[in-house]
């Protein structure tokens, strides 16, 4: 049997009114690549379902979430700058939008909207296919920014001993260290503290959630010393453009285990998908599309 939207005789996906309806909401949205590896995934699967990108204006915000619920959207992910604004006009928060304090996927089910955060479960997706283990390990995390709180509940999840927050300035990353430290040991230094060089020592995994080194400005990394790290310790690099950042190649060079930002991505909406669907996606073919979407740009 053919689902309305699975492949039709002329190789095309065919959408009708039976066709449930998925989005991703920000503002500019234009640059998503959600759309493209949702929609890959969702026929790979055979599932009768369409994901759009829309474009919503801050000042628009409420009335285009009453919209969607009104219109029956299953559910949709949230982008830049909607994460948190958008808390206020759903009915329920996750566990892990409440410790992150932003929503970047919304489920709508049995007439109530319920905010999720993935980013999390996106960046443990990166750790198991490298099979790292954090159990009782330390970790250092470059950054005290939005994508640091995803990656330190992740690192609370993962059952992390003790978490030292690399930073620019670190008065700045109190409060973010407030919010995990009944969670987790978590500290924070200066990049150029003596201190924070003899914690990169006892590390199992360095984390960047800055921007430096993305595209354009490919040249650019953390300034951090890597060759203070353990010869086992891995590093992971939440960047997904380029591939390899500066750092991650910096990394190569002394041998330790890379990962790059493309298993955050594609984890993260992974989990979106099963939460909306209630099936797991290929995450292979996400990654896929991704890469091909990035080359096409």
Same mark, same amino acid.
Request: charge should be positive; aromatic fraction near 8%.
């Given at each position: 049997m053919?689902?309305?939207?699975s492949?039709?005789?002329?190789?095309?996906?065919m959408?009708?009114?039976k066709?449930?309806?998925?989005a991703i909401?920000?503002?500019?949205?234009?640059h998503?690549l959600?759309?493209?590896?949702?929609?890959a995934a969702?026929a790979?699967? /055979? #599932?009768?379902? !369409?994901? =759009?990108a829309l %474009?919503v204006?801050?000042?628009?915000?409420?009335?285009a979430?009453?919209?969607?619920?009104?219109m029956g959207?299953?559910?949709?992910?949230?982008?830049?700058?909607?994460?948190?604004?958008?808390?206020?006009?759903?009915d329920?928060?996750?566990?892990?939008?409440?410790?992150?304090?932003a929503?970047?996927?919304v489920?709508h089910?049995?007439?109530?909207?319920?905010?999720?955060n993935?980013?999390?479960?996106?960046?443990?997706? /990166? #750790?198991e296919? !490298?099979? =790292?283990d954090? %159990?009782g390990?330390?970790?250092?995390?470059?950054?005290?920014?939005?994508?640091?709180?995803?990656?330190?509940w992740?690192?609370?999840?993962?059952?992390t001993k003790?978490?030292?927050?690399?930073v620019?300035?670190p008065?700045?990353?109190?409060?973010?260290?407030?919010?995990?430290?009944?969670?987790?040991?978590?500290?924070?230094?200066g990049?150029?503290?003596?201190?924070?060089?003899?914690?990169m020592k006892k590390?199992a995994?360095?984390?960047?959630?800055?921007?430096l080194g993305?595209a354009?400005?490919t040249e650019e990394?953390?300034?951090?010393d890597?060759?203070?790290?353990?010869?086992?310790?891995?590093?992971?690099d939440?960047i997904?453009?380029?591939a390899?950042?500066?750092?991650?190649?910096e990394?190569e060079?002394?041998?330790?285990l890379?990962?790059?930002g493309e298993?955050?991505?594609?984890?993260?909406?992974?989990?979106?998908?099963w939460?909306w669907?209630?099936r797991?996606p290929?995450?292979?073919?996400?990654?896929?599309?991704?890469?091909?979407?990035?080359?096409g740009n």
């Open positions: 053919r689902h309305a939207g492949m039709g005789e002329e190789g095309k996906r959408f009708t009114g066709t449930k309806n998925l909401m920000g503002w500019p949205v234009e998503s959600s759309p493209a590896m949702q929609n969702l790979r699967a /055979g #599932l009768d379902y !369409a994901y =759009i %474009s204006p801050p000042e628009s915000l409420e009335k979430v009453a919209g969607l619920k009104s959207f299953c559910g949709w992910n949230v982008t830049i700058p909607h994460k948190t604004a958008i808390m206020s006009f759903l329920e928060l996750d566990d892990s939008a409440e410790i992150i304090g929503v970047n996927t489920v089910r049995d007439g109530k909207l319920k905010g999720y993935t980013d999390a479960a996106g960046f443990l997706r /990166g #750790l296919q !490298a099979n =790292i954090l %159990s390990q330390q970790v250092i995390v470059l950054g005290a920014g939005g994508a640091a709180r995803a990656v330190l992740g690192l609370c999840k993962a059952k003790k978490i030292v927050l690399g620019r300035n008065a700045k990353a109190e409060a973010l260290a407030r919010r995990f430290r009944d969670l987790a040991e978590t500290e924070i230094f990049w150029e503290e003596p201190a924070f060089r003899e914690e590390a995994l360095l984390v960047n959630t800055t921007p993305m354009p400005k990394m953390p300034p951090v890597l060759s203070l790290l353990p010869e086992t310790a891995a590093v992971y939440i997904y453009t380029p390899r950042t500066r750092l991650l190649r990394a060079r002394l041998g330790h890379t990962v790059n298993y955050m991505l594609s984890g993260q909406g992974a989990e979106a998908f939460l669907t209630g797991r290929d995450e292979n073919l996400m990654r896929e599309t991704l890469r091909a979407s990035l080359k």
